[in-house]
């Protein structure tokens, strides 16, 4: 199983991006999936995370900014990113855990927030 991230890149303070997460099988496998981040010099952390039934979980620091969704559709998970500021910068990854489908990372996208 693989997880295709994409949707980095340079963006001034304030702005947006949107963020894709692409898996190789059925995105329904995962009965949850989310978005961590990875700051030079600091822990891997979660920054939000989807259910299957679309129950959502926010880190304090990006609430109110940030949505997290999933279109089956697309088979896509999304993580679209608003008023962002210099310390969103990271490596952004997306990740699968739990139902048939397993656990799993994407391969990571950079965000760099720089004026």
């Known amino acids: 199983v693989q997880l295709q991230a994409s949707g980095g890149g340079l963006v001034q303070p304030g702005g947006s991006l949107r963020l894709a997460c692409a898996p190789s099988?059925?995105?329904?496998?995962?009965?949850?999936m989310g978005w961590h981040r990875q700051a030079p010099g600091k822990q891997r952390e979660l920054v939000a995370r989807?259910?299957?039934?679309?129950?959502?979980y926010y880190a304090d620091s990006v609430k109110g900014r940030f949505t997290i969704t999933r279109d089956n559709a697309r088979n896509t998970m999304y993580l679209q990113m608003n008023s962002l500021k210099a310390e969103d910068t990271a490596v952004y990854y997306c990740?699968?855990?739990?139902?048939?489908?397993?656990?799993?990372w994407g391969q990571g996208t950079l965000v760099t927030v720089s004026s």
């Open positions: 989807i259910t299957i039934t679309d129950s959502t």
């Open positions: 099988i059925s995105i329904s496998s995962f009965s949850n």
């Open positions: 990740s699968s855990a739990g139902g048939s489908g397993g656990d799993f």
